[in-house]
């Protein structure tokens, strides 16, 4: 099972949009509706920000939001501040009982 | 609140094995399966399977089959990961997650965690 493709790192300035890609194939990404998201600041552990592709847990900030088309997914973040620089990744079912996730992507809030 | 706490660090020789444990508090442990990710330095997560407490059916990734072993004991609400014949490249964060439960929806998926323990540092050197 092969990694999700998500670009090494990606930067945007306070208070504007960014969108992070999250790229599989047919049997993992667009096979099943079932993406999330985690958000993990250095030396933490990781936290879920979508679930369902596009879904918020409880306490997730609206300026997070995701989406799907074909086999890619992906993360959008409005209204960037100071604490959303962080590392995200993707994950998706891959069917079987299986998970994979994406090599990670690192915001840079400039 | 919900919260998994994880063993302290371990230091392993190649060929060893090691045992990390995850105790869960805060809600009934047999009803959410336990999955365990991986991180290397600077690297990013791998997922390395799931244990349902319950029944303690498990589903491993390809890549750790035949190494890993997830367990648990359901009396101390505590999952365990056994990883064997450790090598160098298996220095990493070893992280416990419970499956995430939808409540609005009664659903939940292989891929969706939360919470997460706050991780185990693993060390293989000689």
């Known amino acids: 099972q092969s990694a999700l493709t998500q670009p090494a790192s990606v930067s945007g300035s306070p208070g504007q949009s960014i969108t992070i890609s999250c790229t599989g194939t047919s049997s993992d990404v667009g096979s099943y509706n079932l993406v999330s998201w985690y958000q993990q600041h250095p030396g933490k552990a990781p936290k879920l920000m979508i679930y369902e592709v596009s879904k918020r847990p409880s306490g997730v900030s609206n300026r997070f939001s995701g989406s799907k088309s074909g086999n890619t997914a992906s993360l959008t973040i409005s209204g960037l501040q100071a604490e959303d620089e962080a590392d995200y990744y993707c994950?998706?079912?891959?069917?079987?009982?299986?998970?994979?996730f994406g090599g990670g992507t690192k915001l840079t809030v400039l | 609140q919900v919260q998994l706490v994880q063993s302290g660090a371990e230091v392993k020789k190649p060929g060893a094995s090691v045992k990390v444990s995850c105790k869960a508090s805060g809600y009934t442990f047999t009803s959410y399966d336990i999955n365990w990710v991986r991180q290397a330095t600077g690297q990013g997560l791998e997922w390395m399977g799931w244990?349902?407490?319950?029944?303690?059916?498990?589903g491993y990734a390809q890549k750790f089959q035949g190494r890993v072993t997830m367990t648990r004991n359901t009396s101390i609400s505590t999952a365990y990961m056994e990883l064997s014949s450790l090598r160098s490249e298996d220095t990493a964060v070893y992280y416990c997650?419970?499956?995430?439960?939808?409540?609005?929806?009664?659903?939940?998926?292989?891929?969706?965690?939360?919470?997460w323990g706050q991780g185990t540092l693993v060390t293989v050197s000689s």
């Open positions: 997650a419970r499956v995430f439960y939808d409540f609005w929806s009664g659903y939940s998926s292989y891929n969706w965690f939360d919470p």
């Open positions: 244990m349902n407490p319950n029944s303690g059916n498990t």
């Open positions: 994950c998706s079912y891959a069917g079987s009982s299986n998970v994979v």
